[in-house]
């Protein structure tokens, strides 16, 4: 077993200067929004894609949207219940598909804003309903898990419901089985596109969190054909590798009107040169998938890098921003991440729009509230009811 450095201790973190996010390639400084949307906004965008996250699939010849099932009186009668298969076809004859659960608020007055997010271990794991079929497919074809409801407090559909909310979830594996043989790929969506490239040249431009990315996309579209749903008001989270997930589906598609991550740590919301807790040498060791194959060279040169984190929260910018840390969980640096969403307001400000600062205060299980939202819990790393109960805070302002 390999062993790496990890530091857990405060007092440890290097001195460290951050990059300017408002500082072009060419050495100048961005004064306003415009030059922010046009310029730098860009640039950081194509810098991640290039030293970090590579490029998102790109459109299938044909998308297909069927609904497979539809439960009018899910939730103790409180929703109505869809699982929609997503079929993306190419002229070649090549399919991929991978199936959506849907909650659906019943008896509203107007159609119901959603959240939007990928799950770890099927469907059938997010929901209390035992009659919910079965996704999650693994490399080898078998099942992630074979139990049903084991991360029922992770998705809380039953209160988002109550709040008049719409909630849906696809698992990630369905999109790119998260496996860190250099072959998995081919059982991911690129396979639609890039069957004859080698190893070697996909790895150069494609991850499995810009695949993942691609599908959340891909799920609001579906959304948006559904009479129910206000697709307008579209909230993509997710948990720690599906929070960095969520910061780059948000980063490459604006539709999201907020963009909530939880304890996603490093190349996620905490900032990479505190050199605290998981690593750039660390991740790319236990997850090179997860990144294109340039990025590895950044292994204990995070200082090298040519941006930090607060750029990669910066991407959202100015719509609503929710990150989130637990006390206990130092893999993921909570300090860090806070730092980022101070940092990112640089940005924000140049919409006119106040945020939290490095200096301000964020005791434990309360909530900073604005534009850059952030919170610390208490406990570890895992997305509960204290964190769903700020993030349906935050939605309930966005109109």
């Known amino acids: 077993m390999v062993e790496f450095h990890k530091n857990t201790d405060e007092s440890l973190v290097p001195d460290y200067v951050l990059p300017d996010v408002l500082m072009t390639a060419d050495g100048k400084k961005i004064e306003n929004a415009f030059d922010w949307i046009q310029t730098r906004r860009p640039e950081i965008l194509a810098l991640y894609k290039k030293v970090m996250y590579g490029n998102l699939p790109p459109r299938a010849v044909k998308t297909e949207f069927e609904t497979i099932s539809c439960k009018e009186d899910a939730l103790n009668n409180t929703a109505v219940r869809k699982e929609i298969q997503l079929t993306f076809s190419m002229a070649d004859g090549k399919s ?5 659960l849907l909650y659906i608020p019943k008896n509203l007055s107007a159609p119901a804003p959603v959240f939007i997010g990928l799950n770890f271990n099927g469907n059938q794991n997010c929901t209390s309903e035992d009659d919910v079929m079965m996704t999650g497919r693994l490399l080898n074809g078998g099942l992630v898990a074979n139990e049903r409801s084991n991360q029922v407090q992770r998705w809380q559909f039953e209160e988002t419901i109550k709040r008049g909310y719409a909630s849906a979830t696809v698992c990630y594996h369905d999109i790119y089985p998260d496996d860190k ?27 499995a969190i810009s695949a993942w990315a691609w599908g ?17 008001k579209a909230f993509v989270h997710g948990h720690s ?8 589906a948000g980063a490459n598609d ?15 919301s905490a900032i990479a040169r505190r050199d605290f807790g998981e690593t750039v040498e660390i991740i790319t060791h236990k997850f090179p998938h997860w990144f294109v194959s340039s990025f590895p060279k950044y292994s204990k040169r995070e200082a090298e890098l040519p941006f930090d984190q607060h750029f990669f929260v910066a991407l959202t910018a100015p719509r609503y921003l929710a990150i989130a840390s637990a006390e206990l969980d130092s893999h993921a640096d909570p300090k860090g991440e806070f730092l980022a969403g101070a940092h990112a307001g640089a940005v924000y400000k140049l919409f006119g729009i106040d945020t939290y600062t490095p200096d301000t205060p964020h005791p434990v299980d309360s909530y900073i509230t604005g534009a850059v939202n952030y919170h610390v819990r208490s406990g570890g790393h895992d997305q509960n009811l204290a964190d769903w109960t700020h993030y349906w805070d935050i939605a309930a302002k966005i109109k």
């Open 181 to 207: 043989d250099e072959n998995s790929w081919r059982n991911s969506v690129y396979n639609l596109f890039f069957a004859d490239e080698s190893n070697e040249e996909f790895h150069s431009h494609g991850s």
């Open 216 to 232: 959340l996309s891909r799920m609001l579209d579906c959304l948006e054909t559904e009479p129910m749903i206000d697709s307008s």
């Open 241 to 248: 590798r599906l929070g960095k997930t969520s910061l780059w």
């Open 254 to 268: 604006t539709r999201f009107k907020l963009v909530i991550t939880n304890d996603s740590g490093c190349c996620g």
């Open 96 to 100: 991929h598909s991978f199936v959506m």
